[in-house]
């Protein structure tokens, strides 16, 4: 456990000296156009590179369609938040499908 | 606008994701009570990291058997995508005092900065009063729910909290999905997701998120037509 605190202490400060560093870098230097994109860019990129593994592995292994739970939440929720646009209503909904996916098929 | 109407703008636009916090961090709660993590540290994951996907993740390795250098890369290479969030943000707070900066950085987390960057108009700058309003309800969402999850943690049954789990899936999807995307975010996002999931099928799960976001939007950069709506 004395691990587990300086586990907590050094990620956090690794986290805030992220996102203050880039904030007050980013506030000082002038950004060209090109560099503004690729930033826009950036968010969704990275939306998706943390939502694939999950979606689609388990413990770094394919798991196949029909046993995977979290994919087949996953589907419907995704047509939820983009018909929706509605950010509590999507996570709701996609909690409870998942419990009902878990219950009654896996 | 005046002060009060910029924080007034900012309760509306935080709302949401004040709402979704508290869920996600009472998830959060209650999986760090089950798996046996005392509620002090419990509290400090969420004061001090702030940072949903992070805190998840460390449930999960701290239930392997991993070195504590080995979750620690992890969890700042995965956390390394705030660096993004902070650059595209610097250019509207240039007008602010260091001290703001410095503060107000500490609350730019995943839904902050995907509610904020949303409002931002190409010469505008961020107002300060806003932005501080936005970041004081996430975090003080996220702390409140932290708290009542692990109060509950001991109630709830383990196959409920795993249920819970599925919350941060959830948030990412309905912050990819939920917004107006042209077909370059679209391509960003599925070569994020291809080269992250290869990365985690060779173990470097952490460095993975990171290439993808960064290579993900540099492909994307080949797709445009430009974008007008927002940079």
Same mark, same amino acid.
């Given at each position: 456990?004395?691990?587990?605190?300086?586990?907590?202490?050094?990620?956090?400060?690794? @986290?805030? !000296?992220?996102?203050?560093?880039?904030?007050?870098?980013?506030?000082?230097?002038?950004?060209? =156009?090109? @560099?503004?994109?690729?930033?826009? /860019?950036?968010s969704p990129?990275?939306l998706?590179?943390?939502?694939?593994?999950?979606?689609?592995?388990?413990?770094?292994?394919?798991?196949?369609?029909?046993?995977?739970?979290?994919?087949?939440?996953?589907?419907?929720?995704?047509?939820?938040a983009w018909?929706?646009r509605r950010f509590? #209503?999507t996570?709701?909904?996609?909690?409870?499908?998942?419990? #009902?996916?878990?219950?009654?098929?896996? | 606008?005046? $002060? *009060?109407?910029?924080?007034?703008?900012?309760?509306?636009?935080?709302?949401p994701?004040?709402?979704?916090?508290?869920?996600? +961090?009472?998830?959060?709660?209650?999986?760090?009570?089950?798996?046996?993590?005392?509620?002090?540290?419990?509290?400090?994951?969420?004061?001090?990291?702030?940072?949903?996907?992070?805190?998840?993740? !460390?449930?999960?390795?701290?239930?392997?058997?991993?070195?504590?250098? @080995?979750?620690?890369? @992890? *969890? *700042?290479?995965?956390?390394?995508?705030?660096?993004?969030?902070?650059?595209?943000?610097?250019? /509207?707070?240039?007008?602010?005092?260091?001290?703001?900066?410095?503060?107000?950085?500490?609350?730019?987390?995943? =839904?902050?900065?995907a509610v904020?960057s949303s409002? #931002?108009?190409?010469?505008?700058?961020?107002?300060?009063?806003?932005?501080?309003?936005?970041?004081?309800?996430?975090?003080?969402?996220?702390? +409140?729910?932290?708290?009542?999850?692990?109060?509950?943690?001991?109630?709830?049954?383990?196959?409920?909290?795993?249920?819970?789990?599925?919350?941060?899936?959830?948030?990412?999807?309905a912050l990819l999905f939920g917004s107006e995307r042209s077909?370059?975010d679209?391509?960003?996002?599925?070569?994020?997701?291809?080269?992250?999931?290869?990365?985690?099928?060779?173990?470097?799960?952490?460095?993975?998120?990171?290439?993808?976001? #960064? *290579?993900? +939007?540099?492909?994307?950069?080949?797709?445009? $037509?430009?974008?007008?709506e927002h940079?």
């Amino acid at each position: 456990m004395e691990n587990l605190f300086w586990i907590i202490a050094v990620t956090g400060v690794g @986290t805030y !000296l992220f996102r203050a560093g880039s904030l007050v870098l980013g506030s000082r230097v002038k950004w060209n =156009e090109r @560099t503004k994109e690729w930033l826009s /860019y950036v968010s969704p990129a990275v939306l998706g590179a943390m939502l694939g593994p999950v979606l689609l592995l388990s413990d770094n292994r394919w798991v196949s369609v029909t046993d995977n739970a979290v994919l087949l939440a996953a589907l419907p929720t995704m047509l939820i938040a983009w018909k929706t646009r509605r950010f509590l #209503l999507t996570v709701t909904a996609g909690i409870l499908l998942y419990a #009902l996916i878990r219950y009654l098929i896996l | 606008m005046n $002060p *009060l109407d910029k924080i007034r703008q900012g309760l509306r636009d935080v709302f949401p994701v004040v709402l979704a916090y508290f869920p996600l +961090a009472v998830a959060f709660g209650v999986l760090a009570s089950a798996s046996g993590m005392p509620a002090h540290y419990n509290f400090l994951t969420s004061a001090w990291i702030y940072s949903g996907g992070a805190q998840f993740m !460390l449930l999960s390795l701290l239930g392997d058997a991993i070195s504590p250098f @080995t979750i620690i890369s @992890t *969890l *700042l290479l995965v956390n390394m995508r705030h660096i993004m969030y902070g650059t595209s943000i610097g250019p /509207y707070v240039r007008g602010w005092s260091e001290p703001y900066k410095w503060l107000g950085a500490f609350g730019l987390t995943d =839904e902050v900065f995907a509610v904020v960057s949303s409002r #931002l108009d190409k010469n505008e700058r961020l107002s300060v009063p806003y932005f501080i309003t936005v970041m004081l309800a996430a975090y003080g969402s996220w702390l +409140a729910g932290t708290l009542a999850g692990y109060g509950l943690g001991t109630l709830i049954p383990s196959g409920m909290a795993e249920i819970l789990g599925f919350a941060l899936p959830a948030l990412f999807i309905a912050l990819l999905f939920g917004s107006e995307r042209s077909r370059a975010d679209w391509t960003a996002a599925l070569c994020g997701a291809l080269l992250a999931t290869v990365a985690a099928l060779l173990n470097a799960g952490g460095i993975g998120i990171v290439l993808g976001g #960064l *290579l993900g +939007a540099a492909v994307a950069m080949k797709v445009k $037509p430009k974008r007008q709506e927002h940079s």
